[in-house]
């Protein structure tokens, strides 16, 4: 069983930056991501790192996000510039389960889930 938590959210004005953490427990076997959801909204995925380091991201925040890993301390990172007001929502960590492709950036597709941290992006 794959365990995370988040970390790294909080209230940033636009145009600033955000790095976002997620630490596991346990074996991760397939794709690591992050996904976001706004109240109201569906969850949408953010960006995705494969077991061989390829990386898929969301349109909306291509060159603009960053998602990384430090295997040694079993942490994921999202690290996010030039945050939009439209960025805002609570950021989950997942993992996909024994899929190491990073795609599709679809929630059904992972399997374990963080219990989410907030950012928010407000002038």
């Known amino acids: 069983q794959v365990q995370l938590e988040e970390s790294g959210g909080g209230s940033v004005q636009p145009g600033g930056s955000l790095r976002l953490s997620c630490v596991w427990s346990g074996t991760t076997y397939g794709a690591m991501g992050w996904f976001r959801q706004a109240p109201g909204q569906e969850r949408e995925g953010v960006a995705a790192?494969?077991?061989?380091?390829?990386?898929n991201y969301a349109d909306s925040v291509k060159g603009r996000f960053t998602i990384s890993r430090d295997n040694a301390k079993n942490t994921l990172f999202l690290q996010m510039n030039s945050l939009r007001l439209a960025d805002t929502g609570l950021y989950y960590c997942a993992v996909r389960g024994v899929h190491w492709l990073p795609r599709p950036l679809e929630s059904s597709e992972y399997t374990y889930w963080g219990q989410g941290t907030q950012v928010t992006v407000s002038s």
């Open positions: 790192l494969g077991g061989t380091g390829l990386t």
